[in-house]
């Protein structure tokens, strides 16, 4: 047997060198032999043997589990909040307060615009909106006047109308009464002239005595004057009673004049309400006025440092233009692009250790959330895949792993820095 067992490696091995021979103990046996001769003879070698081979597949299991157990990319940085700071209206810089690279808190004032053509707005829109409220005042008190005198107008031509329409209704009953007057004084009058013609014929033929005709020519005289005080009477009262349909005709105009009360309330309610939005339109631009004159000292949004300063002093600016960037640090999060295969066990909340090489530490922090596309899909030309020579790329997918609280307090994180997230997904 151990004759077969050597032509076979004679056989298996190289033929540009000479024959191996296998080195024997001085008993004339192999090596192989003697340590298998000898784990036969040695319980206690077996049982190392078998000890260290459960060890070895212990330790492999767990160098399995443990490689396994995370992903990390070298692919990643830390990202961070550029604040572009820039005035709300234009002027000339005369103050400025801050330096690049240097810690500034909120509200810091960083610049300031020269106030003086500001200052004269605010006064211009405060005597404006002076005279305007005023106006509005005046205005406003003027409608409940109105009101009052407006409806007293028409209750004064309400009460002429009724007194003119009595006062025709007692004027007709005088001159009916004064035409029946008439009528009995012409009756008693031509009574009175037949009786004096009678007493005539009668006085000539000396049958009655001259004191009787003389009565009757009195009474005959009177009563034609009668006739005519009847008639004067007569013409009075029906003069009464045009006088009296004249003023009803006046008191209805009046009336139908004082009736237009309302509309004369509501228009000058109009006008006072146009009072008023003049001056809130005047308000408001005491209060742009002001805001402008706050706006001339540029305040810092946030807590952080100043970088890339461009205002000078005497730099005339504009709204909208950039001066400065503060970057604050309390608000830092890492991109790491990690390939497509390494996503599928990966998930919100999962823990990570991040080492930062600036630094040299590690930090914690947990995964927030997956982008919602590749990077590629983001550059300036996108790829294409829909060409004859499509090459499959493994993509990279942006994945934010945020800061456990209190990590970053030491202010040594930049955005821009490298890091090495590594995601324990087990």
């Not at 233009?321 to 790491?336: C, R």
């Amino acid at each position: 047997m151990e004759t077969t067992t050597k032509t076979e490696n004679e056989a298996q091995a190289p033929q540009a060198g000479p024959p191996r021979t296998e080195a024997k103990n001085p008993l004339g046996e192999s090596p192989r032999r003697d340590f298998r001769t000898r784990a036969r003879n040695n319980p206690h070698l077996r049982l190392y043997l078998i000890l260290g081979s459960i060890a070895l597949l212990v330790v492999g299991i767990f160098l399995w589990r443990y490689f396994t157990s995370y992903e990390s990319t070298d692919d990643a940085q830390i990202d961070g909040h550029v604040n572009s700071v820039s005035p709300r209206i234009a002027g000339n810089i005369i103050h400025l307060n801050v330096e690049d690279n240097q810690v500034v808190q909120a509200g810091t004032v960083i610049a300031e615009i020269d106030p003086a053509a500001y200052q004269i707005a605010v006064q211009k829109a405060q005597a404006d909106y002076n005279d305007a409220k005023a106006t509005a005042d005046a205005a406003t008190v003027n409608v409940p006047i109105t009101s009052v005198s407006t409806s007293s107008q028409l209750s004064s031509a309400d009460a002429d109308v009724i007194n003119a329409r009595a006062t025709i209704k007692w004027s007709r009953q005088q001159e009916e009464a004064a035409k029946a007057n008439q009528v009995q004084a012409e009756a008693n009058n031509l009574k009175a002239q037949n009786d004096l013609a009678r007493y005539k014929q009668l006085v000539q033929k000396e049958e009655i005595s001259q004191q009787q005709y003389d009565q009757a020519v009195a009474a005959a005289a009177a009563s034609a004057a009668g006739v005519e005080a009847a008639r004067a009477q007569a013409e009075a009262a029906n003069q009464q009673v045009t006088q009296a349909e004249a003023k009803l005709t006046g008191a209805e105009a009046n009336q139908r004049s004082a009736s237009t009360a309302p509309k004369q309330i509501a228009a000058i309610q109009a006008r006072a309400d146009s009072a008023v939005a003049a001056a809130l339109r005047k308000k408001a631009d005491l209060d742009q006025a002001n805001l402008n004159l706050q706006y001339t000292r540029i305040l810092a949004p946030v807590t952080g440092i100043v970088s890339g300063r461009t205002v000078e002093i005497g730099l005339n600016v504009q709204p909208g233009q950039e001066l400065l960037k503060i970057i604050p640090l309390e608000d830092l999060w890492v991109t790491a692009n990690f390939k497509e295969t390494q996503l599928r066990n990966m998930a919100p909340g999962q823990k990570v250790t991040i080492y930062v090489d600036a630094t040299d530490k590690d930090y914690k922090g947990h995964v927030d959330s997956v982008s919602g596309a590749s990077g590629s899909r983001f550059s300036l030309l996108p790829p294409e895949n829909a060409t004859g020579n499509y090459v499959k790329v493994v993509q990279r997918i942006p994945v934010k792993i945020v800061f456990e609280p209190g990590e970053t307090k030491d202010h040594k994180l930049r955005p821009g820095m490298s890091v090495e997230p590594k995601v324990q997904i087990r």
